[in-house]
Structures are given as structure tokens and as C-alpha cells.
């Protein structure tokens, strides 16, 4: 089946004769074989007598080998179908994967956001991946590190010429007020001593609309630069971004990385709500501390705020 799409992918017409030649299987395999991909992917494919089939639009399937190129600094498993990336991380955690090591695939099942949100994961379209690590500095190593991340992710997008991206604390990647990519760690073992880190990536590369509802505004890369993205050339360099930002972080600290997360923050000095549970707290964003930690000027004074289950939104008189 995968083979099929393979030679749908560049999104021109296709004759059942030539597919079914390529595959080495007869016209009417062929044509049981697109009904399949439509059900199960759903993925719409054009039937024009006297053309052939098409995709709707050209996709970039994920390739394995471009993925674990000669200079990637970790390994990366590429899956097919996954309920989540994250999750197939910690499995191979528990079954003795020996880290650093990610995996990505073509779609989640059940594709996991912040604050037990859904993080919607349609085939071939974005990009889902997970990165396992070992934290072996306790505390410290972990303080910052969702930022850290942030600002990794920040590096590829403005890399791949997407020069309107920003931050939202804590984490969220945004394109005029729209969620472009989002990150969500979760930890394995005991902080205070050895434990491992799981960090899940989601990026919107090539979705141009979504089949199923987003809760918030988002966009695309595709939707920003106008043009089809190489989802491999993508991974690699987010492990490059990631094994660069993490380096540093490892050896200095979150405090020296501090200026350039304020640099890239898209509501520094805004007035903003900071939801906690059924709480909000109203303030202006003065900016982060040496741990990562939200300051806001509440009436006048100063206060800090972290942890995952919190999120900003915008004041209206922002
Ligand atoms: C957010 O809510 O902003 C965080 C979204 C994180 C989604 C990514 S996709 C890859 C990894 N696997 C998951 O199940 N979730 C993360």
C-alpha cells in the first residue's frame, strides 16, 4: 500500500496501467488498493477517465534513510501509524531503549497535546516526533528545557524562511496570533535522581485544512511560505537544532539562553490572562527569570509563575 502512494506522491495523474505495471499487480488490485487509501488515510484521490488518479495535492512522505542521514545525532525510527509518538518513546524506554533516540511517524492516532488536549495528526500532512533522553543532572538539567526546545523549533522554522514565527510562553510557536507548533515533555523516573525525558514535537508543515475541528486558530508552513515542504529535510534539521540548543543548555545552564528566548517571545510587555485551572491572573508580561519562569507585573508588582498545566492568553485591552 505504502508502495502505491510512493507513486501518488508527487500529485500528478497516474494510469492504473502504469501503477499496476510499477507494482507488478493487475488494474483492478490497483483499484482496490486506492479505495483502501482513501478509507483508511483519508486521503481524497482524483479518478479522471482517459488520466488516471491523483492525489488531491502532492505529499512528502517521511524517508527513512534521508532521515538517519550519516550526520544526524541521533537515531530516528520512522513509523507508519502510531497512537503517539510520545508514548511509542516511552515504550521503548521501558523495554530497555537505550537513549538518545526519536521517532517519528506519518500520523498518531491519538496524538497528545497540553492539558490533556488532542493533538489533531493526519497522514502525511505535519510532522510528530519524539525525542528520548537521559537526565542525569537532576533538577538543574530539567530547569528551562521545555523553553529550550521552544527555541530550537523556533530556529528550524525561521530557518525553512518563516520569518513572522515567534514564542508564546511556555512553549507554543505562533505565526500572527495562529499555532504553527506546539511541545509537550513528559518525565520518566524520579527528577531528583536519573530519570529520562520525553520531548514531543508538533509541527503543522503541510496541512492546508483540517477534516477534523482544532480547538485554536492555526496555520501551516505550507500555509505561510506557499510551497510543498520536505517533511525528511525537516526532521533533520530539527535534530540538528535540538542537539545544538540541548548542548548548550547542558553545558551553560537556561540562564545564558535567557536573552535570546526574551528576543523571540511574541508578547513580551503585553497584557495578558494567565490561566490556572479555574483561576486567571491578570498582569503585564515583563518577561522569564533564570529558570524559565513567567514574570508578570501584577498591579505594580513583580511575580513569577511556572509549571505545565498553565497557559496565557491575551487581555482585550492588549
Ligand atoms: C501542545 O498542546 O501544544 C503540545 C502538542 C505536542 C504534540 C506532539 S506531536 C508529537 C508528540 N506526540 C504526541 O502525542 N504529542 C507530541
Not at 505504502?2 to 506522491?9: A, F, V
Not at 508527487?10 to 483502501?36: E, Y
Not at 530497555?96 to 497522514?123: C, H, K, L, N
Amino acid at each position: 500500500m505504502l508502495t502505491l502512494l510512493n507513486l501518488l506522491q508527487d500529485g500528478r495523474f497516474h494510469s492504473g496501467q502504469a501503477l499496476g505495471a510499477a507494482l507488478g499487480v493487475s488494474r483492478s488490485a490497483v483499484w482496490k488498493q486506492l479505495q483502501q487509501l482513501e478509507a483508511d488515510l483519508n486521503l481524497p484521490i482524483y479518478k479522471v477517465r482517459g488520466r488516471g488518479y491523483r492525489l488531491q495535492a502532492p505529499l512528502s512522505l517521511l524517508d527513512y534513510a534521508s532521515v538517519n542521514e550519516a550526520e544526524a545525532p541521533w537515531p530516528c525510527q520512522v513509523f507508519d501509524s502510531l497512537d503517539s509518538t510520545n508514548a511509542e518513546v516511552m515504550r521503548l524506554l521501558a523495554s530497555g531503549g537505550v537513549p538518545p533516540f526519536a521517532v517519528t511517524a506519518e500520523r498518531q492516532t491519538d496524538g497528545r497535546g497540553r492539558r490533556g488536549r488532542r493533538w489533531v495528526s493526519p497522514y502525511a500532512q505535519n510532522l510528530y516526533y519524539s525525542l528520548a533522553l537521559r537526565i542525569e543532572g537532576g533538577a538543574r538539567q530539567l530547569e528551562g528545557l521545555s523553553l529550550v526546545v521552544g527555541l530550537a523549533v523556533l530556529s528550524v522554522l525561521r530557518s525553512f524562511g518563516l520569518d513572522a514565527v515567534g514564542l508564546k510562553w511556555p512553549n507554543d510557536l505562533l505565526v500572527n496570533n495562529q499555532k504553527i507548533a506546539g511541545i509537550l515533555l513528559e518525565l520518566v523516573g524520579d527528577p531528583a535522581d536519573i530519570c529520562h525525558v520525553v520531548i514531543g514535537i508538533g509541527i503543522n508543515v503541510n496541512m492546508q485544512q483540517s477534516v477534523e475541528q482544532i480547538e485554536q486558530p492555526w496555520t501551516s508552513m505550507q500555509r505561510e511560505s506557499g510551497g510543498l515542504v520536505d517533511r525528511s529535510a525537516l526532521v533533520v534539521r530539527l535534530g540538528q537544532c535540538l542537539n545544538d540548543y540541548l548542548e548548550r543548555h547542558r553545558r551553560q545552564g537556561f540562564a545564558t539562553l535567557r536573552e535570546e528566548w526574551e528576543a523571540g517571545h511574541l508578547w513580551q510587555g503585553r497584557s495578558v490572562n494567565l490561566i490556572a485551572g479555574v483561576q486567571r491572573i491578570q498582569g503585564r508580561v515583563l518577561g522569564i527569570d533564570e529558570t524559565g519562569a513567567l514574570r508578570l507585573d501584577i498591579d505594580g508588582e513583580e511575580r513569577a509563575y511556572s509549571g505545565g498545566e498553565l497557559s496565557l492568553r491575551l487581555s482585550d485591552d492588549s
